[in-house]
């Protein structure tokens, strides 16, 4: 089972995981919704397309873009269709 963490809470589990590039993508299904707010940041990828993130929010602080997915991943990035991977602090395990 991989957990994701910030701030001592956890905001994900799974034992459903894809590593890509080194980045553990969880089924977004596996991620608590009352943590995530949406964010206007999108960076692109050559390989995967365009990335959307949300910001954290976990006990009245913030944690912003650090979560990212890819709404439409190209084909070769199949793999994390309906994913979502974690950065900036927050812990997996």
Same mark, same amino acid.
Request: glycine fraction near 6%; charged fraction near 25%.
């Given at each position: 089972?991989?957990?994701?963490?910030?701030?001592?809470?956890?905001?994900?589990?799974?034992?459903?995981?894809?590593?890509?590039?080194? !980045?553990?993508?969880?089924?977004?299904?596996?991620?608590?919704?009352?943590?995530?707010?949406?964010?206007?940041?999108?960076?692109?990828?050559?390989?995967?397309?365009?990335?959307?993130?949300?910001?954290?929010?976990?006990?009245?602080?913030? !944690?912003?873009?650090?979560?990212?997915?890819?709404?439409?991943?190209?084909?070769?990035?199949?793999?994390?269709?309906?994913?979502?991977?974690?950065?900036?602090?927050?812990?997996?395990?």
């Amino acid at each position: 089972m991989a957990t994701a963490s910030w701030n001592g809470t956890v905001i994900a589990e799974s034992d459903d995981i894809v590593i890509v590039e080194g !980045n553990a993508y969880f089924p977004r299904e596996a991620v608590r919704d009352d943590v995530l707010r949406p964010s206007d940041t999108t960076t692109f990828c050559p390989w995967k397309g365009t990335a959307s993130y949300y910001t954290l929010e976990v006990d009245g602080e913030t !944690n912003p873009d650090a979560v990212w997915f890819y709404p439409e991943p190209k084909d070769a990035a199949k793999e994390i269709t309906d994913r979502v991977a974690f950065w900036r602090g927050v812990t997996v395990s």
